[in-house]
């Protein structure tokens, strides 16, 4: 009974998830904020930009991987969850392969230090081009980058499972490295195994060695797919039986610690050079991201905002621009909407009230008097009513209260007015 509510469950919880990161991406609806839960984000917005809420996320994902191990994994991430279905679908070639259980490798706690690492030094450049959250969310909204990706992984899972999960992930090694001291784990009853290796053959990640009868738990992703399939109740999912819980790190265990920590270290020193040689053009960004610098540095290139933006002036990264930006091409930013700074779940754009947006100067508009035609329009449309134009007179424009929104600029019918970036935004409250 036990076995079928932890399988049905985390199937339902794990369903729960789909619809919503649908519902989010695909801008329809955004009910319950569960990016906010993503490992990556919950990390940088709650230490790097002292969010408690998220701070609160964060020690919530911990406490749960510390008790009952890799669950967020089968259970929250998108990327995770895409993977399962892949399994699903390639399970008809799986059972015609040799039965080998994967190896633990060290290069996924090496790549982990140089992300958390470069991203403690104040730059996530290099972590959004890994982050499984990241990777989902730039797929799920047509990114280049994420699309490639998704090819690749496609063919990862058809010839090694869940590979990227167990030795490639930098969240997974933290959160494997994290369940390693889980007193709840999956466990095999030596006396009622008959030795059929079908939960070993059923594991999606490789982590039931079938010859020595255990459980690597550090890769286990808990989608219990291994109870589901053992027909003798010898594999189990809670507390030892008899055993204590020890945690022996061998010689080769230290060495690895080593190096993971002093990859850190250089990765977060190195990381401080690298905020120093970003570069610093002015480019429009949505009102909260403070400046170009901190938020090519910042932004998670998730496209969440991108989806969600309601006027479609939120564009994903380009060779150009590395990072989400605003394009005020073919429309504005509405006045009264300020919904990416609601949804962004990493810190890269704060969360502000509308008020406040209302009164971020995120850019300034300019009129080239030598294409103005003096309509007026721009003086009509204006949200904040700083564009003063008299008769026979070119319009002229409060730089000092300009929020840059564009608004005037996109019914200008002969596209007098540029709207010029900034520094840094101001707040004119």
């Not at 490992?39 to 709650?46: D, E, K, R, T």
């Not at 790097?48 to 998220?54: E, K, Q």
């Not at 006396?191 to 982590?207: G, N």
């Not at 409060?398 to 007098?416: E, M, Q, W, Y």
């Amino acid at each position: 009974m036990l076995n079928k509510v932890l399988i049905y469950g985390r199937l339902l919880i794990a369903l729960g998830v789909i619809v919503l990161c649908g519902l989010a991406f695909w801008n329809k609806l955004y009910p319950v904020k569960i990016f906010d839960l993503q490992f990556v984000s919950a990390l940088q917005s709650g230490l790097i930009f002292d969010s408690f809420v998220s701070l609160m996320f964060l020690l919530a994902l911990i406490i749960i991987t510390l008790l009952f191990g890799r669950i967020y994994c089968s259970m929250l991430c998108p990327l995770g969850l895409y993977q399962e279905l892949l399994t699903i679908l390639f399970k008809p070639f799986y059972k015609k392969r040799k039965l080998q259980a994967q190896k633990q490798h060290a290069f996924a706690y090496i790549l982990a230090a140089v992300l958390f690492g470069s991203m403690f030094g104040g730059t996530v450049s290099l972590l959004r081009r890994a982050d499984p959250y990241a990777i989902a969310g730039n797929a799920m909204s047509g990114a280049l980058f994420g699309l490639g990706f998704i090819a690749v992984l496609t063919i990862l899972v058809f010839f090694k499972k869940r590979f990227f999960c167990t030795n490639i992930c930098p969240v997974g090694a933290i959160l494997g490295f994290i369940s390693r001291f889980s007193p709840f784990k999956i466990r095999i009853d030596n006396d009622k195994c008959r030795m059929c290796s079908l939960c070993a053959l059923s594991c999606p990640c490789e982590a039931i060695d079938a010859s020595s009868n255990t459980v690597n738990n550090e890769t286990c992703i808990k989608c219990f797919k291994c109870l589901a399939h053992c027909n003798h109740g010898a594999i189990y999912y809670g507390l030892p039986k008899k055993e204590k819980i020890n945690f022996n790190p061998s010689r080769r265990q230290f060495i690895v610690g080593v190096i993971v920590a002093a990859t850190a270290y250089s990765a977060h020193k190195g990381s401080l050079l690298w905020r120093l040689l970003t570069p610093k053009n002015k480019i429009i960004l949505p009102a909260g991201a403070r400046n170009t610098a901190e938020f090519s540095n910042r932004c998670l290139n998730c496209n969440l905002c991108v989806q969600n933006c309601p006027m479609e002036i939120i564009k994903p990264a380009t060779a150009d621009t590395p990072f989400v930006h605003l394009d005020y091409g073919d429309t504005y930013c509405d006045f009264s909407c300020n919904k990416c700074s609601e949804i962004c779940p990493s810190g890269a754009i704060e969360r502000i009230t509308l008020l406040q947006k209302q009164n971020t100067k995120i850019a300034t508009a300019v009129v080239n008097e030598n294409v103005c035609i003096k309509c007026g329009l721009c003086a009509h449309c204006c949200p904040r009513k700083i564009i003063i134009k008299e008769d026979e007179q070119f319009p002229i424009i409060s730089f000092d209260k300009c929020i840059g929104c564009g608004a005037c600029a996109n019914i200008c019918p002969v596209k007098a007015i540029k709207i010029e970036p900034l520094d840094r935004q101001i707040n004119l409250s």
